[in-house]
């Protein structure tokens, strides 16, 4: 009986497939490969479960739709979308729209594999986002109020000039308090930080205008 964890690797460059394969067969995981959303969503039903590693721009459906799909069909698979455009709102689109983490091309094993696990840590967690949550706001206490107005603007996909537009201080105050946030998070990558700020429940839409222009 086949008990290795399963990723589904969906890409239409082959090298890009074979590649990732290779790492992950290499590091115990079993694999099936994609070329295609379509080739994927044909066959989603009858598909092994596991986790599914996801380039964002695909002919036809693109990434970000193959989410909306397989959300809208029930498919409860843990999706990591791969870029080799990466940016902050790509980012935050695809962790809103439910993948556990973004990974930008190229990129290297052990960044591949702490994604997959991360993954797979979702599959046997799926019912504890009460407690994430909670654990989240601990984490978060560590902040000064104006590293989580800033942490605020980067889970709503902002870049730095405008979260320094909305909070009245320069861009490079905003850098200095973004590079605060990553220390005291402890995390290494923008897709660590925003996963504890959306935990949170940070991120969420604002009516109304831009916060009036204090100091920093």
Known sequence: MEDRK??????????????AAYMLKSCGYAVESWPSGGAFLK??????????????????????????VLAERGVTMPVIIMTGHGNIPIAVRAMKA????????????????????????????????AARAAEAETILHVLTPRERDVLEGLARGLPNKAIAYDLGISPRTVEVHRANVMAKLEV?????????????????????????????
């Open 43 to 68: 066959e989603v039903r009858h598909a092994g479960h596991g986790c599914v590693l996801l380039d964002i721009r695909l002919p036809g459906l693109d990434g970000m739709e193959m989410q909306r």
């Open 6 to 19: 399963l990723v589904h690797i969906v890409d239409d460059d082959e090298a890009v497939r074979k590649s």
């Open 188 to 216: 290494r990558s923008l897709s660590d930080a925003l996963r504890i700020a959306f935990a949170a429940g940070m991120g969420a839409p604002r009516d109304g205008g831009p916060r009036g222009r204090e100091s920093a």
């Open 98 to 129: 439910g993948a556990v983490d973004f990974l930008e091309k190229p990129f290297e094993k052990a960044v591949l594999v702490k994604a997959i696990e991360t993954a797979f840590e979702h599959l046997v967690a799926a019912d504890g986002a």
